[in-house]
């Protein structure tokens, strides 16, 4: 066990997608090894912090930023993304519509947040579909499909029974500590600055 | 009628003890809160004036929980919106029932459970929510209106909830608080910032210094009008003051918040600590006691104590009108800026959208 304030990097995380798909349970199962115990919806955000070691042997705090579902509060959480360099971006495999908005959420985070944010696709409420598989609405295949295509992690998890969740937080710090660590290295190489300064200037022409 | 008589003679012994005497108040009170366009009552209205700040000055004191329902329903206009309203309660809660899918609909099935409120209020809580979103389908639901009428279900029957909640979106709030871009809300949060400079700079030095920005946290305080924040006493208290005097209230409700727990916020060094003890400043609501929070107590007395204290008796709503008209037309940048930033996203990743065309329609949808 390592210490709340013993860590190497900080990384700031946010968790997204259309309400009721279980972040906020996701959030405390991941903190707090258990389910909230009054559930209410979140409005603006609620927060929490994980101090983790990761295999490469540094020791991670994520800052973990769960927001409102309900759409009309982008308006004020958006904001909030910037500088998040990793998200779980959270749909309910009962209920393809939440599945629909994931390719909005992903471009609102792009948009919004570090650019090469680290995006980590979650299919919640798992244990439905294991109860019951007529309940599930959202194939595996279609949406690790969805995944490939727009370069995001992948699982499928169940907050109520804790399968995969923190499978799905290792995953998705330790990319981030791979993309951050790249960027670092290849920053601190003299000979790709003039490259990287050509990259930017383009990025900003394209438009 | 007889129950009404009864009700503002003990809402009247009430005010007197609160307030000491006043005689002949009844007529007044009733002319009140029967035509209530108390800006308007000519020769009378220097003596209307009188009343009320009498009538503020006892709602400040706590109104007694039995006669709570009553003077909410009374001083907020609920009772107004009742009598100018074409329809009745018992069709728009038909019409509620009929269009169960709309967004607004499913929204409101999702957020029944997860309210907090007892059993017996689910239904009663579901018609008013789907009622208002028949009343007025451009608002529709927003999130918090579900704490706001479980609140008042805890002392008004049904329909006096509705007609309340018609009231504090239509009347007491400002335009733009619970609708789809929430500007209103948005404009408010940069004028509390403004107040939180002007009344306590040394908090708003420190917010600044660690680039503490409570704005999700403050639009909880502001959207859900404290019920969702603070103790159910302190809350109750609060919506005395904000169901009467109007939306002002709620700026000098969380300035006292900030100003009572100055102490505690200016040795938070990080959002986190200042985030956890924001999101419930006097103590738990639900949750298990957090042990780094060592709270002093505050009653519900000294939060509005503070809150119309000496502190802030500068504190002038036609000020905050002005300041308001400004943060107003920062917002309206604000989008204006947003939207060019969006508009140059979508140029900069135009190239991978022609590829597969389903993209750039999704992406449309989503920033319109």
């Known amino acids: 066990m390592i210490g709340e304030e013993d860590y190497d990097h900080l990384y700031k995380l946010v968790l997204v997608g259309d309400a009721t798909v279980g972040k906020t349970h996701i959030l405390s199962r991941y903190i707090k090894g258990t389910l909230p115990k009054a559930?209410?919806?979140?409005?603006?955000?609620?927060?929490?912090?994980?101090?983790?070691?990761?295999?490469?042997?540094?020791?991670?705090?994520a800052?973990?930023?769960?927001?409102?579902g309900q759409e009309r509060y982008r308006a004020i959480t958006s904001a909030h993304y910037r500088r998040a360099v990793g998200a779980l971006l959270v749909y309910d495999i009962t209920k393809p519509a939440t599945f629909k908005s994931c390719q909005r959420w992903m471009e609102e985070l792009r948009s919004n947040a570090e650019p090469?944010?680290?995006?980590?696709?979650?299919?919640?409420k798992v244990d439905l579909a294991e109860k019951n598989p007529g309940d599930r609405q959202v194939d595996f295949d279609a949406a690790a499909d969805f995944a490939s295509q727009q370069?995001?992690?992948?699982?499928?998890?169940s907050a109520v029974t804790g399968a995969n969740i923190k499978l799905c937080f290792d995953k998705l710090l330790k990319e981030i500590y791979n993309t951050t660590q790249h960027r670092r290295d290849r920053e601190d190489d003299p000979t790709n600055n003039f490259q990287l300064q050509g990259r930017s200037s383009q990025t900003e022409c394209a438009c | 009628d007889k129950v009404q008589d009864d009700v503002l003679e003990a809402f009247e012994r009430w005010r007197r003890t609160a307030d000491g005497e006043h005689h002949g108040i009844k007529y007044r009170l009733k002319?009140?809160?029967?035509?209530?366009?108390?800006?308007?009552a000519g020769p009378f209205q220097p003596l209307l004036d009188l009343f009320m700040e009498g009538l503020t000055t006892a709602i400040r004191s706590g109104i007694p929980s039995t006669l709570r329902g009553t003077v909410w329903f009374l001083c907020s206009g609920g009772l107004s919106k009742r009598r100018q309203s074409s329809k009745s309660y018992e069709d728009l809660v038909r019409e509620g029932h009929c269009a169960k899918n709309t967004v607004a609909a499913r929204t409101i099935a999702?957020?029944?459970p997860r309210t907090g409120c007892e059993e017996n209020l689910i239904s009663p809580l579901e018609n008013v929510l789907l009622a208002y979103a028949v009343r007025n389908p451009v608002i529709g639901y927003c999130q918090s209106m579900n704490f706001i009428v479980a609140t008042f279900l805890l002392y008004c029957c049904e329909e006096h909830a509705f007609w309340m909640l018609c009231s504090v979106i239509e009347e007491i709030m400002p335009v733009g608080y619970y609708t789809e871009d929430l500007r209103g809300l948005r404009s408010d949060l940069h004028v509390f910032n403004w107040c939180i400079?002007?009344?306590?700079?040394?908090?708003y030095q420190h917010f600044c210094r660690n680039a503490i920005d409570a704005?999700?946290?403050?639009?909880?305080?502001?959207l859900c009008l404290f019920v969702n924040t603070l103790p159910p006493e302190h809350a109750h208290r609060a919506l005395d003051c904000t169901l009467h005097e109007g939306h002002k209230a709620l700026f000098r409700i969380g300035l006292s918040i900030l100003a009572l727990r100055q102490k505690e916020l200016l040795s938070t060094t990080n959002v986190v600590e200042a985030y956890s003890f924001l999101r419930q400043p006097f103590g738990e609501m639900q949750r298990a006691p957090s042990e780094e929070l060592n709270f002093v107590e505050i009653t519900p007395k000294q939060m509005l104590d503070a809150a119309y204290g000496p502190l802030f008796k500068n504190f002038r709503s036609a000020q905050i009108a002005k300041i308001r008209e400004m943060c107003v037309a920062r917002v309206q940048a604000e989008d204006e800026q947003a939207a060019a930033r969006k508009k140059a996203w979508a140029a900069q990743n135009a190239k991978p959208a022609t590829e597969e065309p389903t993209v750039s329609r999704h992406f449309r949808l989503g920033f319109r």
């Open chain 1, 116 to 124: 090469d944010i680290v995006i980590m696709l979650v299919g919640n």
């Open chain 2, 197 to 203: 400079e002007q009344y306590l700079p040394q908090l």
């Open chain 2, 31 to 40: 002319t009140m809160f029967f035509s209530r366009q108390a800006n308007d």
């Open chain 2, 215 to 222: 704005a999700p946290i403050f639009m909880n305080w502001f």
């Open chain 1, 39 to 61: 559930p209410t919806a979140t409005i603006g955000v609620e927060f929490a912090t994980r101090t983790v070691s990761l295999d490469a042997g540094c020791a991670v705090k």
């Open chain 1, 151 to 157: 370069g995001l992690l992948f699982e499928e998890a």
């Open chain 1, 63 to 68: 800052q973990i930023w769960d927001t409102a």
């Open chain 2, 110 to 112: 999702n957020d029944l």
